[in-house]
């Protein structure tokens, strides 16, 4: 049996400014993960795959499966990835906690851990730009025109500070980042916002590049000051951030509350994280007031809250 566990995501700076080629910073989310299993069904007849995927009430074999469904897609191009002569009958158990369509990553980290772990079980693991690169054609038919951030950060599991097409570079964490992230429980297909996003820009192009050049800036700044592990300065661009967010159409009534509320109880900076319209919302915080600012969250109408910590 072969197992991979991939985390969540989240972006730190630089949202849908990403996909106009400005530069964003995203984390690894460990707390939520998908976990991929396989395993050689003995009774099958080889090639045949059996796929098990509770959370979405999924059981069938692989040739049941609609050819659209991405699942099957995945597995599809890890195989002729593969070019393998023959595989052996195969049981591929998904399951995720990565609460889907909003903002954490949930579709590039299982496709990630169907690669990683169908590739490692055929003992021809494909090296990470390979997996990366796997998931990121399954994030372009299901979100459109994304930028590729998601699927380049749980295939690294590293912070990574990345340009389109160009960079996903690690880079120093200088002092650990107390992050409390709230879900608004509305679920906000990442499609429809990064659509919406380029029908205002096609409407005004010189005033969103404007907006899309200082998120740019805003980032840069944020990765000098987390390098140097200058933690204070950080709650400001995320202020910052946020502002230009609300500016492209992005927020929504309940992430401001969330956001507001967070900034109430003594976070350093809280911003929309993903692509807003719902989704997720982060706040900076300190260890000592992280969980105070995740009640106060929850009291606020978070459907849940998660700490994590972004470290050295
Ligand atoms: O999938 P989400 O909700 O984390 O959004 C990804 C971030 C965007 O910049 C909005 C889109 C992209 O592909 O970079």
């Given amino acids: 049996m072969t197992k991979s566990e991939i985390p969540g995501k989240i972006i730190l700076f630089g949202e849908h400014a990403v996909v106009y080629g400005r530069p964003a910073i995203a984390v690894p989310v460990q707390q939520v993960r998908c976990c991929v299993e396989v395993s050689d069904l003995k009774e099958a007849p080889p090639g045949q795959i059996y796929i098990q995927a509770p959370d979405i009430h999924l059981s069938a074999w692989l040739h049941e499966v609609d050819e659209s469904h991405p699942l099957h897609r995945i597995i599809q191009l890890t195989l002729d990835e593969l070019r393998l002569t023959s595989t052996p009958a195969l049981k591929l158990t998904i399951g995720s906690n990565i609460p889907v369509a909003a903002g954490l990553g949930s579709g590039a980290a299982v496709s990630v851990g169907v690669v990683r772990a169908l590739s490692t079980h055929l003992e021809a693991p494909l090296p990470l730009e390979r997996q990366s690169a796997l998931a990121f054609k399954i994030e372009k038919i299901h979100h459109g025109t994304p930028s590729g951030i ?9 912070p990574l500070y990345f340009i389109r097409d160009r960079l996903a570079e690690r880079f120093t964490i ?5 992050l409390v992230i709230a879900d608004t429980g509305h679920p906000s ?9 380029r029908s205002r820009w ?28 200058e933690v204070d300065q950080l709650g400001p661009l995320m202020d910052q951030n946020q502002r230009l967010l609300e500016q492209i159409g992005v927020s929504s009534p309940t992430l401001e509350e969330l956001i507001r509320t967070a900034r109430q109880r003594g976070a350093n900076g809280a911003k929309l994280s993903g692509s807003g319209m719902g989704g997720n919302m982060i706040a900076l915080a300190s260890p000592e007031n992280a969980t105070d600012v995740a009640h106060a969250l929850e009291q606020a109408g978070a459907s849940r809250t998660i700490i994590t910590e972004v470290r050295p």
Avoid at 202 to 218: C, H, L, M, N, P
């Fill in 174 to 178: 200088g002092a650990p980042l107390t």
């Fill in 150 to 158: 998601d699927n380049h950060v749980v295939t690294y599991g590293q």
């Fill in 202 to 229: 096609e409407a005004d192009r010189s005033g969103f590049e404007i907006i899309f050049d200082t998120i740019g800036q805003i980032t840069d700044q944020a990765r000098t000051a987390i390098e140097r592990g």
């Fill in 189 to 197: 297909p990442t499609a429809n916002a990064v659509s919406g996003v």
